[in-house]
């Protein structure tokens, strides 16, 4: 499935000519409640190995402009979108407290305005963002995190992202298709162990994802991901 490029927000960012160059910000989303605390160390350590694949090849790090966010009570900005050559670091990722996706939704919106004007300003074109979400709960936020969904998918707003979501543990099918604009997977409940494995199948398909959309410049969705499967989503427009 390909993304429905529709402005000239989007088209623009093919060209490349005038010596600027053409390039997906790209958020990787991560659940870090206290029901992911089990799956720190794995976590942490899978992360790592996403960062150093992304930004090993130039062909890929030139094209997928990555930010790592997790979230629980409050959201976190683990990775800024920075060049390689700023990248020093990456900082661990702790598991605890609530799973709130209305702070979670705010602080993308927040950063994907900002990303995409420092990526303008060092002469990127940007593709229409992409975020990848991967939970094993619901929203503890109740309802009202809708609203702030909306707002970083409101038609009005050219940067709003899609979304492509990885759910496993006690997360919910119906609120992945809710989120979902490209595809959403669910993984069945499972014991600790399956949810690790779960978790790790989840970071394996979105690493082959950018790897695969910086060969073919735009973005490149899953057809499997093993031991899950998609959750059907409904287009209204």
């Not at 799956?39 to 790592?48: G, H, Q």
């Not at 004007?117 to 002469?123: E, F, N, P, R, Y």
């Not at 978790?199 to 695969?212: D, M, R």
Request: one cysteine or more; a negative charge; aromatic letters at 8%.
């Amino acid at each position: 499935m390909q993304p429905d490029y529709e402005s000239e927000y989007d088209e623009r960012a093919g060209q490349g000519d005038g010596g600027t160059v053409a390039g997906l910000p790209t958020y990787l989303v991560l659940d870090s409640s206290g029901s992911m605390k089990p799956f720190e160390a794995l976590l942490n350590k899978t992360l790592t190995e996403v960062v150093d694949t992304v930004y090993a090849s130039p062909k890929v790090s030139d094209f997928i402009r990555l930010s790592i966010v997790s979230f629980n009570t409050s959201p976190h900005l683990i990775l800024p979108m920075i060049d390689i050559a700023e990248l020093t670091g990456l900082p661990e990722v702790t598991c605890g407290g609530m799973t709130s996706y209305g702070a979670m939704f705010e602080l993308l919106r927040e950063r994907i305005e900002q990303d995409i004007a420092d990526l303008s300003a060092k002469g990127v074109r940007a593709y229409r963002p992409v975020v990848f979400l991967l939970t094993d709960g619901i929203p503890s936020d109740g309802g009202t995190w809708l609203s702030s969904y909306q707002a970083l998918r409101d038609p009005g707003w050219r940067p709003r992202p899609d979304i492509i979501s990885y759910g496993f543990g006690d997360a919910s099918d119906t609120v992945l298709e809710k989120v979902s604009t490209l595809a959403a997977y669910i993984a069945k409940t499972g014991n600790e162990e399956q949810n690790k494995t779960a978790l790790s199948e989840a970071l394996k398909s979105v690493l082959n994802s950018l790897v695969a959309s910086a060969e073919a410049q735009q973005i490149q969705v899953p057809q499997h991901v093993e031991g899950y499967t998609s959750v059907p989503l409904v287009y209204v427009d």
